[in-house]
């Protein structure tokens, strides 16, 4: 029993140990055993993984290929549509280009030659240019003329002020005796003043002027219009009058003698050589009418275009003598007395141009 | 006594007179009340009320010639101060009478007469064309052709107040043949006769092209020119007036002024006188620069743009100021070159102190701000730009910067005096919002440069070199 129970003490003491070595023996195999199941995990989690990579990357290869094969066979697609595109872009660039070029020159022709000439406004402003200079020159001229025009009356008028003073002043003139103001003795030379009144005429009296009446013919005397000629007939004597007393005229007569107009005699009414005027204003008026100056013929006498030729009887180179009919002067000059010619004078007959108008009644029949 | 009943005494001592035996009395007292009317309108008033008016308008067709110089005297003393005042001289038919007088052998009278009707007929249309309808035009063309000069004189001032209202008097002036004679005596060395010629002729031609193309026909050029270098200053007035009004209808008619040399003429008389006799010269400039480009650079090489520049600067009434404005804009405004010959005078910064002045009047800043802008869109002279960056407005270096924006891109040396000169620093400065028209510009200005450039030119850069030079760590060695 003992024995028993010792080595149940001895068994119980180790229990624990046993207990300890138990769990810790167990605990070391499982230490491995976790860890050997780990690597045989590892190896085969591994070796899986390599078997499926494996497959996988043939997938990809595959894949890869495929993929490549589409992907070149889109790009060929595209690339061809990128050429055909960059190949149409440049030539249609070009094709600009080219019509640019077209057009460019084609604008500049135009331009030039139909819508603006760039020479043509060159020239315009030029020959403008000219232009306003020659104006300004013109005018500058042209003010010129006229301040000298200006100044010239201006001096003028001077003058002529100056004149008139000296004309006025001519008494100051100076005389052997007395020298005038202008003429001091001290001076050297004269004052120009005094040169100008030894020139000058001494101003008259000034008549009124009497306005420049323009000469009255005989014809407007007779007829007496003008305010100044006589009063004509016409006017009455005034009313009231008383009558004078004895052997006079009546009032009416006397006035009417009086204020007769005038009535000159044919004589003294027509010019002395009327005839010749007379004449002269007929040739005048033909002159200014006629177109032709020959003579018209009767048309009966155009075929008289023969001259006349006179018979031997009756001619004869001994003419009339002109002298006793038409010239009556002496043939010489020299006992002429005076070189003009003597004038026609026409005859008058005064025995009838008084009748019955005189104021005496005498040789009248009453 | 207030003068208005001291006025009805007189005219009622007046009227009685007006019928006297005497004829000298007569005579007389017409023209005392002529006188009267002639100083004051509120007298001309008292005439006619007083009933003087029918009076002597019946008596103007029996009397002798004094009385009728006296009786139009007095009509045109009461028709020249108001249109109403004429309108009761048309009422009580004085027209006839007055026609009839122009018919008279006395020039005095003829002049009397023709002086009335001008008189009444510069109020208004309706009074122009009643004397129109009188059957003044015919005389008055007639009385132009008489010996006496005051009678031509009066006649062609009838005459211009006639046709300066509407166009179909004028055609009424132009078919009673009064152009040619006119034109005739443009030549005639009176001063007084030539101002009237010139304005008869001016106030025909404004109307319409075909009117100043008749005037045209009748040769007046290159006669009237010598106008231009008349010593009688309105003389010269009227005669640019007439170039003026020709020259603004149509091109062709300008182009025949420049051909005649009239551009050069023009432009030496407004260098020959000062003020308001100036002002039709610079219009007439105006006028022909703004039809066509060839006319504009005709008036340049005509050397217009130095003297409309001097008239500028040294006129002092503002609305010269703003017709040389406007005619350097109209010449200014075509092209490149146009606008570099304005430019180089240097007037674009006369007209922008003009625009910022605030003592111009609005019409003078309106047509400077007009002429600057249209100058400088088409102007690439740089050097004339370059002080418009420094003080203009903003909305004007709008456009300023545009142009620089046009320029510099192509031109190299242009570029490096924009940069010498400061030009690139001020454009950096100036504050755009982004994506308005100056920042784009301003940008595309700072394409043209490089960046470093650009950078060193920025505001602040020197801060921003200091600020990296403060928080340079040197190496440690």
Known sequence: MREAMATLARLQARSKAVGQQYYFRNSVVDVFRKKENDAAVKIQSWFRGCRVRAYIRHLHRAAIIVQKWWRSYSSRQHYQLVVKLAYYTMKMNLYNEMAVRIQRRWRGYKIRKYCFDYFYLK?????????????????????????????????????????????????????????????????????????????????THQRPRVKQKHSISLTSWLACTSNRSFPRSEILPPINRKQCQGPFRDIAEVLEQRYKPLEPTLREAEPINELKEAREDLRRQEWIRN??????????????????????????????NSYGCQRFRDENPKKWICPKDFQTVLPSFDLFSKYGKLYSKAGQIV | MSQRQVLQGVMSLLRPLLLDVVPTIQQTAALALGRLAN???????????????????????????????????????????????????????????????????????????????????RHNAELSQAVVDAGAVPLLVLCIQEPEVALKRIAASA??????????????????????????MILNPDAKLKRQILSALSQIAKHSVDLAEMVVEAEIFPVVLTCLKD????????????????????????????????????????????????????????YVAAHSENLAMAVIISKGVPQLSLCLSEEPEDHIKAAAAWALGQIGRHTPEHARAVAVTNTLPVLLSLYMSTESSEDLQVKSKKAIKSILQKCTYLPALEPFLYDAPPNILKHVVGQFSKVLPHDSKARRLFVTSGGLKKVQEIKAEPGSLLQEYINSINNCYPEEIVRYYSPGYSETLLQRVDSYQPLAN
């Open chain 2, 39 to 121: 100083y004051n309108d509120d007298l001309a008033e008292a005439v006619v009320k007083g009933d003087i008016l029918p009076q002597l308008v019946y008596s103007l067709a029996e009397q002798n010639r004094f009385y009728k110089k006296a009786a139009a005297f007095v009509l045109r003393a009461v028709g020249k101060h108001s249109p109403q005042l004429a309108q009761a001289i048309v009422d009580c038919g004085a027209l006839d009478t007055l026609v009839i007088c122009l018919e008279d052998f006395d020039p005095g009278v003829k002049e009397a007469a023709a002086w009335a009707l001008g008189y009444i007929a």
């Open chain 1, 123 to 203: 020239e315009y402003l030029r020959a403008v240019t000219e232009t306003n200079d020659a104006i300004r020159d013109a005018l500058e001229e042209f003010a010129e003329m006229k301040e000298r025009e200006e100044k010239k009356a201006a001096l003028e008028r001077e003058e002529k002020k100056r004149d008139y003073q000296a004309r006025k002043m001519h008494y100051l003139l100076s005389t052997k005796q007395i020298p005038g103001i202008y003429n001091s003795p001290f001076r050297k030379d004269p004052d120009p003043w005094e040169l100008r009144l030894q020139k000058a005429k001494p101003l």
């Open chain 2, 231 to 286: 010593k009688d200053e309105y003389v010269k007035k009227n005669a640019s007036t007439l170039i003026r009004e020709i020259a603004k209808h149509t091109p062709e008619l300008s182009q025949l002024i420049v051909n005649a040399g009239g551009a050069a003429a023009v432009i030496d008389c407004i260098g020959s006188c000062k003020g308001n006799i100036r002002l039709p010269g610079i219009m007439m400039l105006g």
């Open chain 2, 159 to 184: 005459l211009s107040d006639i046709s300066k209202h509407s166009p179909e008097l004028a055609q009424t002036v132009v078919d009673a043949g009064a152009i040619a004679h006119l034109a005739q």
């Open chain 1, 291 to 320: 177109v032709n100056d020959n003579m018209f013929l009767p048309f009966s006498s155009y075929h008289k275009n023969e001259k006349y030729v006179p018979s031997m009887h009756s001619s004869s180179k001994y003419g009339p």
